[in-house]
């Protein structure tokens, strides 16, 4: 399942997919979970709990997800949670889920942990 800024609550958004296509088996959840800033620090611990719940095999946060919810996310899914950036790239089809992980085309300063590109 791939969304942009989900305003309308990444939880929602899983929930209505599953309702509309019938299938309740969620491979992955890539996208902004808009649970960024101050307005959003009250949710995110209940969209934690709902996408564990949920039990995708991949949970890829992207931009507005921001830093505490990415953090939670990981603490929360360690096996599912995949760390996404500008210039991830991601494989697709549902053989790669398991095997996935984001490799990043630059190094940040001080970042340690990555593979040498």
């Known amino acids: ?3 942009g ?3 309308a609550g990444i939880v929602n958004i899983v929930r209505y997919a599953r309702r509309l296509t019938g299938i ?25 709990d709902a996408l564990v719940g949920i039990g995708a095999e991949a949970i ?10 990415a ?3 990981a603490q929360a ?9 500008v210039g991830s790239r991601l494989p697709s089809g549902s053989s790669a ?3 996935m992980r984001c490799v990043p085309r630059f ?6 942990g990555l593979p040498p590109l």
């Open 60 to 69: 890829i946060p992207a931009h507005c997800t921001g830093w505490r919810a």
């Open 1 to 3: 399942m791939l969304t």
């Open 77 to 85: 899914m360690p096996e599912a949670y995949i760390p996404n950036s």
């Open 5 to 7: 800024c989900g305003h």
């Open 97 to 99: 889920i398991s095997r």
């Open 71 to 73: 953090h939670a996310l």
């Open 24 to 48: 309740d088996t969620v491979a992955a959840v890539v996208g902004g979970f808009h649970l960024s800033g101050p307005a959003f620090e009250p949710i995110i611990k209940p969209t934690v």
């Open 107 to 112: 190094r940040p300063p001080g970042t340690i």
